[in-house]
């Protein structure tokens, strides 16, 4: 048998299966960001900023996700390279969620008694924050690089959207059935939702990667001995060594700073959405819920039109495309700022639907240019490496959002609308930022460098926008 890897062909079934994995990602995610803190903020008057640092824990470990990326490009482990670091972190995350309905039960039993003050359940709190961040981190880029891996280079920017598209999918499917589950705060129906995340997303996440990894090798016509010696060949040095290169590379570092700072603007108003709802326009927990559904559901559209429209564009003209939903998403932002200050309640859903439709159309382009801007070679570097980006900025902007809120609503005694209209004004000149920042990566140069652009009339193509 040849030691050169045979051509991989599409599978669109295959994508599917993969894609189903994400099943269980919204509904994790959704139990913790949405629900659990708006019971503790809204519920039990919990601050917003200690809520909003547990739920941004997850993504300050970040650097566990380059480390993660790197071993699954490099040492394999239980004789797979990406299935068993994915396995072993989603493990971790089904382990978690016990611990936060404990810490729940403990908060709502002493909220009953006139205290927020529980130390048992804040340890539980922690703990469960500890385990569910460190599982997101060590299966994310391994996933990322899984999904890569499984298509030709043409198409695996549309295999990574295709993913992140069935997550966004399913986190508006959740939100409805978990504001339909629960529509005041019940500890035992919340209980029912933990053990119903564990099952139904401790399936998926075995079914959707099972004999995947084995499969695409067969397809290649390779075994692990010589994929790994392939990759023995190709490797230059320790994780640090690897990284001190990437980052040597201004276009790597531009890029970078892009992704940090929009992934940051657009996740302020994360830990913040439901309580905004609560406490400006006195909402049931019913209709906060599905705040997060609406916007989902609009960037699904627009995700799977963009996927329609755009499917015949190579991942290196993704650019113009990025920012152009970066600036509807700030419109978004403006809107619900306004809709805040102006008190008018009816302005809230188009202001989600409007952040929506351009996070779906920034998530399209984005994560296109996330798989042209990763070397073949060091996938699991690079997508390591824009993982922690998202992860630690969509942490950073998590807690930065509550403690905005905090320090404006409780310090400076600002209006609940004052306060989170200014919130949601940063939020979109944040996102302005950004786009003027993309305009500034050498894209294209990237890509001809890494061999994705081969001849002067891919080049030429590939500037077109």
Do not use: C
């Amino acid at each position: 048998m040849s030691s050169e890897p045979r051509p991989l062909t599409f599978s669109f079934w295959r994508m599917l299966r993969l894609s189903s994995f994400q099943i269980g990602s919204a509904m994790g995610d959704i139990l913790v960001t949405s629900i659990w803190n708006r019971v503790m903020i809204s519920q039990f008057g919990i601050p917003a900023a200690p809520v909003s640092l547990l739920i941004a824990l997850r993504y300050l470990l970040s650097p566990l996700s380059l480390w993660a990326g790197y071993r699954s490009d490099t040492r394999p482990f239980l004789g797979m390279r990406r299935t068993s670091y994915i396995w072993l972190g989603r493990g971790l995350m089904v382990l978690s969620l016990p611990l936060l309905g404990w810490s729940l039960m403990r908060f709502s039993a002493v909220h009953e008694l006139g205290s927020t003050a529980d130390g048992i359940g804040w340890v539980l709190a922690v703990l469960s924050s500890l385990l569910y961040g460190v599982g997101t981190l060590i299966s994310g880029s391994p996933y990322l690089a899984l999904v890569r891996d499984s298509a030709p280079k043409a198409k695996q920017g549309l295999a990574i959207s295709t993913a992140e598209t069935v997550l966004i999918i399913f986190f508006a499917i959740v939100g409805i059935s978990f504001s339909l589950w629960m529509r005041e705060f019940d500890p035992l129906v919340f209980w029912e939702m933990v053990i119903g995340t564990m099952l139904i997303g401790g399936f998926f996440w075995l079914f959707s990667i099972w004999g995947v990894e084995q499969q695409i090798r067969r397809q290649k016509g390779v075994t692990l001995q010589q994929e790994m010696a392939q990759e023995a060949q190709r490797a230059t040095g320790s994780l640090v060594a690897t990284m001190g290169r990437i980052w040597q590379d201004k276009r790597t570092r531009r890029f970078f700073v892009f992704l940090s700072l929009a992934t940051f603007s657009a996740w302020a108003q994360d830990a913040i959405l439901e309580p905004f709802g609560a406490e400006v326009f006195n909402l049931p927990l019913a209709r906060t819920t599905r705040f997060n559904s609406y916007w989902q559901a609009a960037t699904v559209l627009t995700l799977v039109g963009g996927a329609y429209l755009w499917r015949k564009r190579p991942p290196e003209r993704q650019r113009g495309i990025t920012s152009g939903g970066l600036a509807v998403m700030a419109v978004g932002m403006l809107l619900l700022g306004g809709a805040a200050v102006s008190h008018q309640v009816h302005l809230i859903e188009l202001a989600l639907l409007l952040f929506g439709a351009g996070f779906g159309i920034y998530t399209f382009g984005g994560l296109s240019l996330m798989a042209v801007m990763s070397s073949d070679k060091e996938a699991g570097a690079y997508l390591g490496l824009w993982t922690i980006s998202v992860v630690v900025f969509k942490g950073l902007g998590t807690f930065v959002g509550g403690a905005l809120r905090d320090l404006l609503l409780l310090s400076l005694s600002l209006s609940a609308g004052t306060g989170y209209g200014l919130i949601f004004l940063l939020e979109g000149v944040g996102l302005v930022t950004a786009v003027f920042i993309l305009s500034r990566v050498d894209v294209l140069g990237f890509a001809r460098e890494m061999g994705r652009l081969l001849s002067r009339s891919e080049v030429q193509i590939a500037s077109a926008d």
